[in-house]
């Protein structure tokens, strides 16, 4: 007797968790439906600006280069390694710390590791400006 009224118990708790569980996720549905609506009407006045659209394709290019395994860019909301420091204000900052403009600065770096980066992975002139162009959208956050 007393284990069939801890069964019963135990499936009350079950079936209860299963209903909560089943009404977080449709409330959760609708709230993430309802914002993919708001964002899309936020973004129409950029979209006609701006050719990239997404954080994620913005961060395509730093992701195939590999950049992102040392760096972060936040303000794109990409998430990368520690070893260098985060880009997302680097389209601005390089002259003034490297001496020489982001476009010079990814041909021929003037800093010890991105030298050897550079070196063993050379960027092709697309890619930099498409690398430079993510930085330029970053900064400009
Ligand atoms: C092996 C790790 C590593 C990789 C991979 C890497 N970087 Fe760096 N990067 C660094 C470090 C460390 C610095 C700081 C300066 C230095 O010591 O060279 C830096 C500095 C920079 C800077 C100057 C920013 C500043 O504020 O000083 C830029 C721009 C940059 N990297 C872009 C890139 C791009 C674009 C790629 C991909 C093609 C890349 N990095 C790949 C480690 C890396």
Known sequence: MK??????????????????????FTNNDETAAAKQETAAVQK??????QTTSTSSKEG????????????SVSKLNLQGGTTGPDLSNA??????????????????PTSAVMSGVIKSNPLTDEERAAII?????????
């Not at 389209?91 to 021929?108: A, Q, R, S």
């Not at 162009?133 to 956050?141: C, G």
């Open 133 to 141: 162009q993510v930085l330029k959208t970053a900064s400009e956050k």
């Open 91 to 108: 389209y601005k900052v390089v002259e003034g710390k490297h001496g020489k403009p982001i476009e010079e600065f990814l041909k021929e």
């Open 44 to 49: 129409k006045p950029t979209a006609l600006t």
């Open 3 to 24: 284990n069939l009224a801890i069964i019963f118990l135990v499936s009350v708790a079950v079936g209860l968790a299963g209903g909560y569980t089943y009404f977080h």
């Open 60 to 71: 395509e290019i730093l992701k195939q280069k590999g950049c992102l395994s040392c760096h």
